[in-house]
């Protein structure tokens, strides 16, 4: 069914449902608080539209004790209040005239769930009786409790009293017709009157009739044009007043101008003059702008009189023998001037009625009319933004899922209660559990912190939930493998819309190598040349914060500064930001250093340098098992510095062994690399004692205290060569290195 054939009362519904319909997506939606920031300024241009429309609109509690949650001013306006706040003092019951009608009103729309176009009798804030065409709709929540009431007051008074004033009018008429009957049964001498007068107020009913159906008429001219609106509402006027012409005009902002809208059809067709005037200042008008001046309606029953008001029309107007016009009114402000001319018998109060009636409720449709495309535009636009921010919050999510999911960090959120809420799966990783057991066992956040820092862990997260406050700690936690991991943790409360903290979005990073390596640097002190920290922080540090950096950066610059997720992701360039600083700190201990290359025979440049601790292999009672192969190609080598190297590995081989074991060295060719391997047997050495074997003073619980061994592992290093270390399941360490052949070196 097309809007125009749609009665006032299944509009109005509608209205109501698509605010239900509204109100229900907000309250079912958990995910529309995201939206929520996006749409406020749509709702502000909505609640604009509540503020301007010309009827009272509100929301109210249930009950005989029912309170105004809403009211706009038009509501206030009708019962003469001046503040919102006013105006909530008093109770729904105070509006009502009479307890019984409100108890009765109160049934009926609890039995029907909705009740439109209810005539009730009300009191204004004075005491003042009005009356109101009511249209409310209950609204329940999911379990079917009732929780506010939506309505719509429209101000009927005039109207009520005009129907008041037409069953008055009906009831006198029955009274004469009563008293004429029985003076017609006295004497016939009056019949003749009698009849005329019964013909003349049947006319006025009639009248009455015609004006009511026309107003009836404008609710279903939905679709209507303005011109077809007052086209057809002059037509009416004039049949109303039996005229022959008829005209319409607007008024400014301030009435000083007046600009023609309509003229009927018999006034065209009578006039000559052409290229009528539009606009028509209104201290040049005469008769027609004395409604407007005098603000109340001007009745000329002789035009052809002399008057000082009247300025005369030009050669060609039509011409007037009679006149009247009256001004519409808005509230106080004057906005439109209606005229009829030409009736056959004189205009009278009767006609003044039946005008500014029907020019009343025909401003008021209009206005009305233009309310509800005002409504029916924002509402569409409403539906686009939030189709369009749906899409916006679905790219949003898809983008932020992505980063949590593979950004080389555990993100985490955690509940008031501690339980987590989610967990990404990089905490496999770094803790060793999966988010799956971490789900199973919510303690393991706090079991698996190390024992000394855990209080500490404790409080901070209790002081976050307690008091809003964002922390950045470092603490160490227990690897599900027994190792420690020490983390970085920056946690950010969240606030719900009641105020309070319902949870704590946090990021933990690994930074177990930068900790171990400044511990390491602390104690070096003016050691600069370890190339294997380079290495270490490139495999440790650098390479997530290339993944992460670099991730969170694009993510960043394609996010929008609405987007909810935004502030996390700055979060994540903040860390990995200060951990770049740490990295090009530790970075500014190194130092390149030159190699003074020469040929060499490799056996002998091992000989010497064995011959150079030889007293401490005697001392130590160690034998030395040399297997040299013969004939090997000369390499490329600073001599001083590999010497240094390979003597570096046997003091450290010494002080690992027990006296009478045995250290064995070869030497051969394979895949045109020179190789030397080392073979001992060591004590109490972990496998994280090898991984760590070239570390800064690693090895200094083990025995010697002197042993360059990191330097030894960059010169070999940088010459070219491969320097590893292995535990074999027997105990023993085996030292193996490959350095290129001179031919082969570029």
Known sequence: MKDKDKTKEQLIDELVKLRQRATRQEASEAERGRMEEALRESEERYRGLIQNIPVGLYRNTPGSKGRFMMANPALLRMFGYETVEEFFQISVADTYGDPAERKAFSEKLLAQGHVAEEKLQLKKRDGTPIWAAATVTVI??????????????????????????????????EVIVKERTAQLEETNKSLGQEIDERNLVEEALRLDESRL?????????AEASLDEITDFALEKAIRLTRSKIGYLAFTNEDATVLTMHSWSKSAMAECAIRDK?????????????????QRKPIITNDYAAPDPLKKG??????????????????????????????????????????????????????ERKRADEELR??????????????????ESEEKYRTLVENVPLVVYRMGSRGETLFVNYFVEKTFGYSPAEIFRNPELWYERVYDEDRVKVEKLREKSFREGKAFIAEYRVKHKNGSIVYVMDHAIPFEATDGLISSVDGIIMDVTGRVKLQEKLVRTEGLKTIS???????????????????????????????????AKVEIIV????????????????????????SLTAPNQLLERALSAVESEIKERNVHLDLQLAPGLPEI??????????????????????????????????????????????????APDDVEHFFYPFTTSQMGYDTADLPMSKIVVDKHGGVIDVSLEESGELIIHISLPHAQTQF
């Open 140 to 173: 329940r929540d999911e379990s079917g409790e009732i929780k506010y009431l939506d309505g719509m007051l429209e101000d009927i008074t005039e109207r009520k009293q005009a129907e008041d004033e037409l069953k008055k009018y009906r009831d006198h008429l």
């Open 213 to 221: 159906e026309t107003l009836l008429k404008f609710s279903q001219m």
């Open 277 to 293: 005037p539009i606009v028509y200042p209104l201290e040049k008008t005469g008769f027609w702008g004395e409604a407007v001046r």
């Open 313 to 366: 029309y030009p050669k060609g107007h039509v011409h007037l023998n009679r006149h009247m016009s009256i001004p519409v009114f808005d509230g106080d402000r004057i906005v439109a001037v209606a005229g009829v001319g030409n009736k056959d018998g004189e205009y009278d109060k009767s006609d003044v009625r039946q005008l500014t009636l029907l020019m009343q409720g025909m401003w008021r449709f209009m």
């Open 377 to 394: 535009k924002h509402r569409d636009h409403l539906g686009e933004l939030v189709r369009q921010r749906t899409a916006d919050l679905v």
């Open 532 to 566: 294997e920290v380079s290495a270490r922080l490139a495999h440790e540090i650098r390479n997530p914060l290339v993944s992460a950096g670099g991730f969170a950066r694009r993510l960043l610059l394609s996010m929008s500064r609405e987007d909810p997720n935004r």
């Open 574 to 597: 903040k860390e990995v930001g200060r951990l770049e600083i740490i990295l090009r700190m530790m970075l500014n201990y190194i130092h390149p250093f030159e190699l003074e290359k």
């Open 636 to 685: 490329s080598v600073d001599r001083s510095q590999i010497e240094l190297a390979a003597e570096t590995l046997v003091k450290q081989a010494l002080n690992q062994m027990q006296e009478g074991a045995t250290l064995f060295v070869s030497t051969f060719q394979e895949n045109e690399m020179f190789n030397l391997v080392m073979r001992y047997p060591v004590q109490h050495m």
